[in-house]
């Protein structure tokens, strides 16, 4: 699935994603990837992104990566476990993006990698995550909720 109505289509909307700015921009089995305009309200003290627009779009990643279904009825859910990430550069240009992989997972906990891009392509940010499905959520379950 592509274009901007993702959130609005689908069971991951969120007032966080609106407050902040999200757009899902692409979402599959394992992969997502989520944009972020920038505004004058994203950032620091030195006017660069905040590091925590930062850590909330590889969280969001996270979470979405793990919870995709092909069926619009069905509304799977996750909790995030741990977080991790590296700053490596400053964004420049009008958004970031973040894209979230699973790399793995078990029957409760998966595991995501996901990188913070600027609008010319460098990288600013890199992490990884661990993620618990919610009961009825993953992909073995029947599913709840």
Request: with cysteine; net charge positive; proline share 4%.
């Amino acid at each position: 699935m592509t274009g901007a109505p993702l959130w609005e289509t689908n069971q991951f909307r969120s007032p966080f994603h609106d407050l902040a700015g999200f757009r899902m921009l692409e979402w599959r089995e394992g992969f997502v990837r989520i944009r972020c305009e920038l505004q004058p309200h994203h950032a620091n003290r030195q006017g660069a992104v905040h590091g925590g627009v930062v850590l909330a779009l590889i969280d969001e990643a996270g979470g979405a990566s793990g919870v995709w279904s092909a069926d619009p009825a069905v509304n799977r859910k996750s909790v995030s476990v741990t977080l991790d990430a590296k700053f490596v550069g400053r964004a420049k240009g009008e958004y970031i993006e973040v894209t979230g992989r699973v790399v793995g997972h078990g029957r409760s906990i998966y595991y995501v990698q996901s990188e913070v891009r600027d609008a010319h392509g460098n990288l600013v940010a890199f992490g990884s995550s661990t993620h618990r499905w919610r009961r009825g959520s993953a992909p073995h379950e029947p599913h709840g909720e």
